[in-house]
Structures are given as C-alpha cells and as structure tokens.
C-alpha cells in the first residue's frame, strides 16, 4: 500500500491559496477520490512523489512525454539553449527553423504561428477563420475539448439545432450563442445546423480523434464528409491535434486518415514538455494574421529560446524516427490485448477504444461512438479501479474520460506489468464494487 502523508499535507495547505489546491482542475482528484500525488521528478517510464513512490507512467504530463520523461535529446537541447538568455522578445533563428520543421510535417500546414498553450491555439484559429470568412458562428461537438476559451465551453441544448448554453459561470450567453454544437461522428446533425444557418458559419472545429471525452474513434467517412460539407459551404475545418499532433503518426491524425483540414492546432508534444502551442493553415488564411494580414494576434513570450529549443529536438527526433510509431503501436496492442483477456475471465462489461499510443476503457458493454455513449460508462467503478491501480503504482489520468498516452519507455516488461496491476486492481475494484 502505497502511503502519502508529504503529498497530503501538500495538499492540505496548497488549498490554502490556490483554488481547490492545483493549478489545472483535470490535477486534482476530484471524479476518482482521493487527494493527488506531488511530483517531485521523473525519468523514462517512471515519475517520482514527495513521499518516494514511484509510478509507472500512463498519463505523460497529458501527452507530451512521448519519448517518457527527461529524454536526453531534449534535455541537452534546453540545457545548450540556457546560457543564451530566457527570451529576447525578438525575432530568431530557431523559430524560422522551428516553422520550417512544422510545415515539413504536418500535411495542412503551409504557414504557422507559435503561441503558448493549446488554449490559445484554438482561440486564435477561430479568430482568423472568422476574420478570413466574415462569418460569427462556429459548431464544435459535444465532448471535444479545445481549451477554456469563452466560446468553446459550451454544450448542446436538446435539439440538435438548439443554440448553446454556457458550461461555466462568467461564459456570456452572447458567446455562446454563437457556438453551435452537434454529437460526434454524426454528420446529418452538422448538415442541419449548417442549412440552418446558411452562409453564417466560419468553422467546424473538431478532435479528428477524440481524446477529451475518453478516447473515441472517428468513425468511417466522418471526417471526409466534414472535410466535403466545408468545401461545399466555404467553411474553414480546423483539426485540433494539440492532443493527436506528432503523436498518431509524424504528421498527426490528419496524416493517418488522409483528410486535410485547412487550419490545425497544435500543443503538448509540440513543447517537448514546455508550454508551447501552434496554429497554422493554409497560407491564404494564415496571410490574414497579423502584422500579413488584420486580425490581430500577438505574445509576448511566444516563440520563447528554450521552449523553441525543446519542441524542435522533439519534433526532429519524431520525424527522424518514424519506427517510434510502430513501437508504440506494438506496445499499446499488447496492453490492450491483455486488458481484454483479464477483462473476459472476471466477466467485466467493458469497450476499449483505441488509436496507435492513445486509448481509454470503458466500463460498458455498449460501443462508445460520441459523449452520450461515453456516459454509459459505470464511473464509480472507473473511480475504484484507478485507486487500485495507483495504489500498485501504475499512474492513470484521474478520470473515465480522458486516454492513456503511451511512451516508448514503456517496454514489453512494463506493458506485462500493467496488465498484471489491471487484472488485480479489477479483482479489487469488482469485490468493493
Ligand atoms: C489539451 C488540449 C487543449 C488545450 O491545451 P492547453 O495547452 O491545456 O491550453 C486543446 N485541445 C485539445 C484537443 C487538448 O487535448
């Protein structure tokens, strides 16, 4: 058993003066029980506590860790990038380099702008696809998440063509009613908010894999009827691949399902670990961003030395290395393969839903294609099963609905370990269930 009384007093005068004692909601324990660990480092597969536990990995900082943690390449980078100054708030190589590596990656980028999260990536996308069509409204899908911009934090009314409701508090219902949203994988819904509002929609904006809702698959011609309904209608599609970006293949999600979108956003992996995002496109729309074009967008910190340093020893590594996305693929099967088996003998009800180095289980026997079917899943048994888990220092994302991000740390006694926590941390969760 693993016992944590540093991270819990941590924890105890952390709520002191931050909200709710962690500085990102998703940290806290909050949907599974339990108070959160505090890291103190971590190396390749593993990640270190306060106390001197050590975990097995499976969250990966939520994704940019691809390589596991602290990977030579990238470390000697920053550590090369130091000496240099933090930040010039000036123009430099690196980023010239650093937009050139992008480009030559990612199939529907021809231009692009560095910012500092995801969250501003989205944000700004919208912005310039609003700006480049003249239009206000945009539809996203239940259960993408794309940040804590104001207009993104909505969900659907009852009817598909119902405007949206705010999520949270000090979301205006002004903003919102400009967010139409649709259910995952249903493209007649997005036909009928888009003859609904005929000429009034800039973008569609989508996770061409969903990652935020537990992982879910985009199903057979969905994005190549998105991708068609936008060319009819003069509507920017925009992947978000903050999440899926570098991680299902080099070039992205985009490059595994062959659809082209003509904005993408970028983050996580981008980074290397460092808070950097990215928005990019085709250059007719990226020509309308500022000081090229009028719709304005800026950062202080953005393009920073040492993050830039960091993100492009990691995309370099990537795209010199294609046979990491086999390992991975290899790794994620046999874990899923063995979930499966434990699953059949203790008779679980269960779907797993994967994609490459990216999956989630669900805890029913019903297929799991968008939100409301992510729902059926029994949470309270999520919740039990990830403290066992934890408890046999495996580290999962403290939620049913997020994905496990697979490193290439992980290596074949790893992924055997995991399946022997699974089937114990089941037999657990199943007894006090
Ligand atoms: C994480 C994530 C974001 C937000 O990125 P931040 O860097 O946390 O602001 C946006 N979109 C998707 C798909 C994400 O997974």
Same mark, same amino acid.
């Given at each position: 058993?693993?016992? @944590?009384p ?17 500085n990102?909601p ?5 949907? &599974?029980g339990? +108070?959160?660990?505090f ?5 390749g597969?593993? %990640?270190f506590?306060?106390d ?6 499976f ?7 691809i ?11 920053v %550590?090369?990038?130091?000496? +240099?100054?933090?930040s ?15 480009v ?6 021809e ?6 999260s995801?969250?501003? @990536?989205?944000?700004?996308a ?13 539809i996203?899908?239940e259960?993408?998440?794309? #940040?804590?911009g ?28 400009d ?7 249903d ?11 005929k ?13 935020? %809702?537990?992982? &879910? ?10 991708r ?6 003069g509507? &920017? !599609?925009i ?5 899926t #970006? ?8 985009? *490059?595994l ?5 003509? %904005? ?14 990215a928005?990019?496109g085709?250059a007719?729309?990226?020509?309308? &961003?500022a000081?090229?074009g009028?719709v ?5 910190l953005?393009?920073n030395?040492? @993050?830039?340093?960091?993100g492009? /020893?990691?995309?370099?590594?990537l795209? +010199?290395?294609?046979?990491v996305y /086999?390992? !991975?693929? $290899?790794?994620? @099967?046999?874990?899923?393969?063995g979930?499966?088996?434990?699953? *059949? ?13 990216m999956?989630s289980i ?11 079917? /992510?729902?059926?899943s029994?949470?309270?048994l ?13 580290? !999962?994302?403290?939620s049913?609905?997020e994905?496990?991000?697979i490193s ?11 399946i $022997?926590?699974?089937f114990?941390?089941? $037999? ?6």
């Amino acid at each position: 058993m693993i016992q @944590a009384p540093v991270s819990n007093e941590l924890f105890e005068r952390a709520q002191h003066t931050i909200p709710g004692g962690v500085n990102s909601p998703v940290r806290a324990f909050r949907a &599974v029980g339990g +108070n959160p660990r505090f890291m103190v480092s971590a190396k390749g597969p593993y %990640m270190f506590d306060e106390d001197g536990n050590q975990y097995v990995e499976f969250i990966n900082s939520w994704g940019p860790m691809i390589l596991g943690h602290a990977p030579a390449v990238v470390q000697e980078a920053v %550590m090369a990038a130091v000496p +240099n100054s933090l930040s010039f708030g000036a123009p430099t190589r690196k980023e010239v380099e650093m937009a050139e590596l992008i480009v030559s990656m990612v199939p529907g980028i021809e231009k692009v702008r560095m910012v500092n999260s995801g969250t501003e @990536a989205t944000m700004s996308a919208v912005r310039v696809a609003r700006g480049y069509t003249g239009r206000s409204k945009f539809i996203k899908f239940e259960g993408c998440y794309h #940040g804590h911009g104001d207009s993104f934090l909505i969900s659907a009314g009852s009817g598909a063509i119902t405007l949206g409701v705010p999520d949270s508090p000090g979301v205006t219902t002004g903003v919102a009613a400009d967010t139409l949203t649709a259910p995952y994988n249903d493209l007649n819904a997005v036909q009928t908010l888009v003859d609904a509002n005929k000429g009034e929609i800039a973008a569609i904006i989508l996770e061409p894999v969903a990652g935020n %809702m537990g992982l &879910v698959v985009p199903e057979q011609g969905f994005l190549q009827g998105l991708r068609d309904i936008c060319d009819k209608e003069g509507i &920017v !599609l925009i992947f978000d691949e903050v999440m899926t #970006g570098f991680r299902l293949a080099s070039g992205g999600a985009q *490059q595994l399902y062959g659809v082209t979108p003509d %904005m993408t956003t970028l983050g996580k992996i981008i980074g290397g670990g460092m808070p950097v995002g990215a928005y990019g496109g085709k250059a007719e729309i990226m020509n309308y &961003v500022a000081p090229a074009g009028p719709v304005y967008q800026a950062g202080t910190l953005s393009g920073n030395p040492i @993050a830039m340093s960091a993100g492009m /020893a990691m995309l370099s590594h990537l795209k +010199n290395n294609p046979e990491v996305y /086999a390992q !991975l693929e $290899q790794t994620a @099967a046999r874990m899923v393969a063995g979930m499966e088996a434990n699953m *059949q003998k203790l008779g679980v009800k269960f779907t797993i839903n994967r994609v490459g180095s990216m999956f989630s289980i669900f805890f029913t026997d019903k297929p799991v294609t968008d939100f409301e079917s /992510a729902k059926t899943s029994d949470t309270a048994l999520f919740g039990k099963y990830f403290n066992a888990m934890l408890k046999r220092g495996i580290y !999962l994302a403290p939620s049913q609905y997020e994905a496990l991000f697979i490193s290439t740390a992980i290596t074949d006694e790893l992924a055997d370990q995991y399946i $022997q926590a699974n089937f114990e941390a089941l $037999q657990e969760a199943l007894e006090i269930a």
